[in-house]
């Protein structure tokens, strides 16, 4: 939801422009002058369009056409929850109408406002100064801080998803993912799968999660050096904190090559905190007093990597979404194995 010409692509929807406009007039009072739609580009499961006024500025966020499986593409949720969230002063973008009469587009879609602001989705920052960068990697670890120190019941939500023994039910849950999609061996990946059970902490702590926060699903103020939303609510469920955190802290265990990390770079010169400096950052902010471990970065990364094998293994049978899928593919192995380094630390 970037304000940024090089995300939006003004071809033609694939429904009726005309009977949305209609239907948002009648629905949203003030909207004056012609509407105009532009796609969203990126890699959005749910399709995604700027719906611009003359008088007001919106974003609409769809389900895809066609069948689709019971649970998937949940844009009611992504709705839900960033409503609960905006009014415990979560930074979200403001939800304005869900609508799931498919007599108006073809799927369920909602509408909310659109932000100015700035995305990134090279870990790096490119073209800012060392001192924009330290204070947008703060800000970043203290909107998921603020995040995590909601509690789901004070909002409504705390039947958004299972409560408890949270990584138990992942572990299984990716797997089972990994016995479905493999397209290959992978002893790193065994390991993980026999080491992880076993290593579970006691802790069970239960929050609102996003599911994919990264410095890619956050937005930025158009100039100042902080975050004005959290983007991409898809993945969001109830969840443990710390795999939260240890999702936004993979691009310290990977390279700029593998899906934009950050090994390798200069972080002192470019202003980047280190992982323990951002971990810092979210510690000060957060209310639940847990510190993340090698348990929650391996995690992490064995999630990753068997979300990355699920890709190949969709290139290999000739049905990935995605044109740049099979390249993106072998990332798997690399995830893998930088999951298994993580077993070497101390705790």
Request: aromatic content about 8%; glycine content about 8%.
């Amino acid at each position: 939801m970037a304000d940024n010409p090089s995300t939006a692509q003004a071809h033609p929807p694939d429904f009726d422009a005309e009977r949305l406009d209609r239907f948002l007039r009648a629905s949203i009072p003030g909207l004056g002058g012609p509407m105009t739609l532009e796609r969203i580009a990126g890699g959005q499961s749910n399709p995604t369009f700027f719906v611009s006024y003359e008088t007001r500025q919106l974003v609409l966020r769809k389900q895809p056409p066609g069948e689709l499986l019971p649970s998937a593409h949940a844009i009611d949720r992504e709705y839900r929850v960033m409503g609960a969230l905006k009014k415990a002063g979560v930074l979200v973008p403001t939800v304005v109408l869900y609508c799931d009469d498919r007599e108006v587009i073809g799927t369920p879609f909602y509408i909310m406002d659109r932000l100015e602001g700035r995305v990134f989705h090279d870990g790096a920052l490119p073209g800012l100064s060392s001192d924009e960068r330290r204070l947008m990697y703060r800000s970043h670890a203290q909107g998921l801080a603020a995040l995590h120190n909601v509690d789901p019941a004070s909002v409504g939500l705390s039947d958004y998803g299972k409560s408890g023994n949270y990584f138990a039910r992942q572990i299984g849950r990716w797997t089972k993912q990994w016995e479905l999609s493999r397209t290959r061996t992978d002893a790193n990946i065994d390991r993980l799968i026999e080491w992880l059970p076993k290593n579970i902490p006691d802790d069970d702590a239960t929050v609102v999660t996003h599911g994919d926060f990264r410095i890619g699903n956050v937005m930025f103020h158009p100039q100042e050096p902080r975050v004005i939303a959290i983007l991409d609510w898809e993945l969001s469920t109830l969840g443990h904190p710390l795999a939260d955190l240890a999702h936004a802290c993979m691009g310290w265990h990977s390279a700029p090559h593998e899906y934009g990390g950050l090994i390798g770079l200069d972080l002192a010169a470019l202003g980047i905190p280190s992982e323990a400096e951002f971990t810092e950052a979210y510690y000060e902010a957060a209310n639940h007093g847990l510190r993340m471990t090698r348990f929650h970065m391996a995690f992490a990364l064995f999630r990753f990597a068997v979300i990355f094998e699920g890709i190949a293994a969709r290139a290999k049978a000739g049905n990935a979404a995605d044109a740049n899928a099979a390249a993106v593919g072998p990332l798997a192995a690399s995830f893998a194995q930088h999951a298994v380094d993580v077993l070497s630390r101390d705790r």
